[in-house]
């Protein structure tokens, strides 16, 4: 079974176009993450959700809305697209530091978005 | 102000030697944890190892392990007998508090490791 799944892997779209990456956990986890990585392998977090609650955003435009319709999940919402958006995202999930046990964070296998 | 530094962009390291890859990190929490993790070319990214910043002993798995000096914020991955399938992106990263009530785990830069046959 898949720990951390996210779909599509694969995205093409037109700049200007709205797309949608959905992710999943199914490891009981509380704490969920964005990140995209661009072209240059950089992996730079964007969004941090605890129990379906934003805890982090990281500079990120507003373009970019993320939904968390439970703790499982959590959707990342891509308005107007631009070429700069184009890199890969991951989603990953960790278990809350205030249960006392640090643990490494989970990830998906990666978006891969093209913005032409 | 970058928090995790890979200064190594690409290392060669030869098939069954040891090879260590840096990192150093900066943080003013007491407590926080470091991760290594794997990315080969299919682009998933696999978790090496832990260590948390009250772990008394460096930790290891298998052919990994990690050497924690602490007072000088370095974390660096050691690698025993590469083998081929070594041959990766391989990142440091250090999980702290957000700020703002949670955590996050942010990323260096990444080595790029080749291993020769």
């Known amino acids: 079974d898949t720990a951390v799944s996210q779909t599509p892997k694969y995205l093409v779209t037109q700049m200007g176009n709205d797309k949608s990456i959905k992710c999943e956990q199914n490891?009981?986890?509380?704490?969920m993450y964005w990140y995209k990585q661009d072209s240059k392998k950089f992996l730079k977090i964007m969004f941090s959700y605890n129990n379906k609650e934003l805890i982090i955003n990281e500079t990120v435009p507003n373009r970019f809305s993320p939904k968390s319709p439970d703790k499982a999940h959590l959707n990342l919402h891509i308005n107007s697209l631009e070429l700069g958006d184009s890199a890969v995202y991951f989603c990953?999930?960790?278990?809350?530091?205030?249960?006392?046990?640090?643990?490494?964070?989970?990830f998906g296998q990666g978006t891969r978005l093209t913005v032409v | 102000a970058q928090k995790i530094t890979q200064t190594q962009p690409g290392m060669f390291v030869q098939e069954k030697e040891a090879v260590t890859l840096d990192c150093t990190y900066d943080t003013s929490d007491p407590s926080y944890g470091l991760f290594w993790y794997k990315q080969p070319s299919s682009g998933e990214m696999i978790f090496l190892i832990y260590q948390g910043s009250y772990d008394q002993q460096n930790a290891t798995e298998g052919r990994y392990s990690l050497n924690f000096q602490k007072a000088r914020k370095s974390a660096n991955l050691v690698i025993s007998a590469s083998q081929l399938g070594d041959s990766a992106m391989y990142f440091c990263a250090m999980r702290e508090a957000g700020g703002t009530g949670g955590f996050k785990t942010i990323f260096g830069a990444g080595t790029r490791l080749f291993v020769k046959a």
């Open positions: 990953a999930s960790s278990q809350d530091l205030s249960y006392g046990e640090d643990t490494e964070a989970f």
């Open positions: 490891l009981g986890h509380d704490t």
